[in-house]
């Protein structure tokens, strides 16, 4: 298992203690944390104003929530543990195109690959 604090420190096999803490240590250029198992199987977290944005994945299923602190932290402790009971009971949602905080990136690059089509077209015409 690994823990990233934001893109300064790599933590191999963090303790508990090490994952707690990591929420109060973010970098200001780099405010996030990620603990996983491996590339499939995370939780990361990052601040979302006064709240937190909580992202884990297992597997291709993708799920967020954003939570005050205290639950971003027990999120972290049961992933930790590995407890699947604990991480399934927090208010999760599926992460789709749709509710996907980044969409307008993915819009934004489907519409010039669009422009840019009907600008080949236009110009063969």
């Given at each position: 298992?690994f823990?990233d604090i934001?893109?300064?420190?790599?933590?191999?096999?963090p303790?508990?203690?090490?994952?707690?803490?990591?929420?109060s240590?973010?970098?200001?250029?780099a405010?996030?944390?990620?603990?996983?198992?491996?590339?499939?199987?995370?939780i990361?977290?990052m601040p979302?104003?006064?709240a937190?944005?909580?992202?884990w994945?297992?597997?291709?299923?993708?799920?967020f929530?954003i939570?005050?602190?205290?639950?971003?932290?027990?999120?972290?402790a049961a992933f930790?543990?590995?407890d699947?009971?604990?991480?399934?009971?927090?208010?999760?949602k599926r992460l789709t195109?749709w509710?996907d905080p980044?969409?307008?990136?993915?819009?934004?690059?489907?519409?010039?690959?669009?422009v840019g089509?009907l600008?080949l077209?236009?110009?063969?015409?």
């Open positions: 298992m823990l934001g893109n300064q420190q790599r933590i191999s096999d303790t508990m203690e090490q994952v707690g803490l990591s929420f240590n973010l970098p200001a250029d405010p996030f944390v990620i603990l996983d198992a491996d590339t499939e199987h995370f990361q977290a979302a104003g006064t937190w944005r909580v992202e994945r297992q597997e291709a299923e993708q799920r929530m939570v005050n602190l205290d639950d971003a932290e027990e999120a972290f930790y543990r590995w699947e009971a604990a991480l399934t009971s927090f208010p999760w195109l509710n980044h969409r307008q990136r993915m819009f934004s690059a489907i519409t010039l690959v669009i089509l600008s077209w236009r110009a063969l015409v």
